[in-house]
Each structure stands twice: as structure tokens, then as C-alpha cells.
């Protein structure tokens, strides 16, 4: 994903977040651009862009660096990979642990605790930018296949980014949705990404209303609008069913669910990495 500034000053090291090097997975998309500093040109020199990735090659030979740096945007990023972990301890808790037998919550109680985790992301008026959503879906899920992030990116960047958007927010609305089954929100994920980038994709357990978000999500965000925040009014210009089924979770979030003290978070601007 483009961003602005590709070099820091030195004078910007008190601002700038320390990520240690060795935390770092590879493959997991970027929160953020991630600096180095070169002590020969005392400056903070950019290696990845976000929603990049380092592979294990990378992570090898920037070891001697031992850390890296983040700017501050990657503050506001953060709610959005803790929730991320709030949804999946929820999902993948067992009643049993506690050494009682219990029954596990019914469907509807998962679905219902599941929204109001995540419901508060959306900002107070209710619109969401591709990129958080991404950080959230790649919190939540399994990393996606390294060799194919690779291979997508290496050959197309635009619809790499295109498949990391649109494959994230078909986990993200299938929350919203009632899904809570972990192993196939993955496959989910998985397969929207390789019907984006073009690879092969399995039709194998594939539900109706899995095709109609996806071709939902395929007209509201096109090729050259794939930057652009979606909320209530997108869903609710639509006559498709899933888009109905949107707009019914998102109003409750409206009335019920609305966070008014989480800061609004965008790439944009002065707060953001992409200037405009």
C-alpha cells in the first residue's frame, strides 16, 4: 500500500514506536511503514510499506538491526488487532476448560457477543476504511499462505492489495452476520483472496450467501475506488438480500453498540501515512 514519506529525520525518533525485530512473522502484513535507521545518513529509511510483508529471507538478513520503527499511526491501528483477539478467545473458548462440564454457548448467544465486540470498531459515523478492517481480519485469521502472498504481490500489486481488502472484509461483515466458525471463516478468507488474484479456487463447501458478498463487495468497491470507506448508507442503497442482512446488524450498532470515545482512524492526512 503507497504512503508518503519513505524517509524520517533523525529528529523524529521521539515520535516513532520500537517494534523488536524478532517478534515479527513472517508473512503477516504490515500495520504500518516500517523504518530502519542508517547511522551513516542519520536517517530513518522505509523498507516495507503497509499491508507488506517480510519473508523469512528478510527477517535473516535484517537481524543485525535487532529492532525497527513504526510512526505513531500505528496507535491507531492497534483496537483494531485487539479485537481481533477479543473475537477469536471468544470463539475458541471451551466451557470445559474450567474442569466443569458445561453446555458451549447456542449459535445465537456466540453471534450476539461477537457483535458487540466488534460493533464499537465502527467510528461514530459509522464508516470503516479497507486498511483497519485488513488489520482486523489479519489478526483474527490464520496468515495466509506465503508463497501465494509472494507470488500475488510479485505479480500484480494492485490486485494483491484489491485481494487483501476484499477477502478481509467478507471475514469481517460474515461476523457481523452470525458466522463464528472459525475454520471456515479462514476458508473464506483464503478463497476470496485467490478469487481476486486469480488463482485456482475450490467451490467445495461454498455457501449462497458467501458468492453474494462477494459479488456485494466486488461492486461497492472497483478496481480504482478499492481505498474507500464503506458504511450504513453503502449497504443500504442496495436491494441485495446480504446487503438488507448488513444493514440491519450495522443499524444495531447505530443504536446500541456505538463507542463515542474511539478516536476515529484514517490513512488519510496529517494522523494518517498517505498525505491528502
Not at 513504526?70 to 478467545?89: C, E, G, N
Not at 463487495?217 to 436491494?239: K, M
Amino acid at each position: 500500500m503507497d504512503f508518503t514519506q519513505r524517509k524520517l529525520p533523525v529528529e523524529a525518533a521521539s515520535s516513532l514506536r520500537i517494534c523488536q525485530l524478532e517478534t515479527v512473522k513472517p508473512y503477516a502484513l504490515m500495520m504500518a511503514p516500517i523504518y530502519v535507521y542508517m547511522r551513516r545518513n542519520e536517517k530513518y529509511v522505509s523498507i516495507k510499506g503497509p499491508l507488506d510483508f517480510f519473508t523469512p529471507e528478510e527477517l535473516e538478513r535484517l537481524k543485525p538491526f535487532e529492532i525497527v520503527f513504526m510512526p505513531p499511526f500505528v496507535d491507531s491501528v492497534l483496537p483494531f488487532r485487539q479485537v481481533a483477539r477479543r473475537a477469536k478467545a471468544i470463539l475458541h473458548w471451551d466451557p470445559s476448560s474450567g474442569g466443569k462440564a458445561a453446555l458451549p454457548p447456542a449459535p445465537y448467544e456466540l453471534s450476539d457477543a461477537i457483535l458487540r465486540v466488534v460493533g464499537p470498531l465502527w467510528s461514530p459515523d459509522h464508516y470503516l476504511e479497507p486498511f483497519f478492517v485488513s488489520i482486523f481480519s489479519n489478526e483474527f485469521c490464520e496468515l495466509l499462505p506465503g508463497d501465494e502472498l509472494l507470488e500475488a504481490r510479485d505479480r500484480d500489486l494492485e490486485l494483491y492489495e484489491r485481494g487483501i481488502f476484499i477477502s478481509s472484509w467478507m471475514v469481517f461483515l460474515s461476523l457481523h452476520l452470525g458466522i463464528t466458525d472459525t475454520d471456515y471463516l479462514n476458508g473464506l478468507r483464503l478463497r476470496s483472496f485467490r478469487k481476486v488474484v486469480g488463482t485456482e479456487v475450490s467451490e467445495e463447501g461454498v455457501l449462497a450467501f458467501q458468492d453474494e458478498l462477494f459479488d456485494l463487495l466486488d461492486q461497492l468497491l472497483p478496481g480504482d475506488t478499492v481505498y474507500q470507506r464503506l458504511g450504513i448508507e453503502d449497504f443500504a442503497e442496495r436491494s441485495e438480500r446480504v446487503a438488507q442482512k448488513i444493514v440491519s446488524r450495522l443499524k444495531r450498532v447505530q443504536t446500541s453498540l456505538t463507542d463515542t470515545t474511539f478516536k476515529k482512524a484514517s490513512v488519510w492526512g496529517e494522523k494518517g501515512f498517505i498525505n491528502g
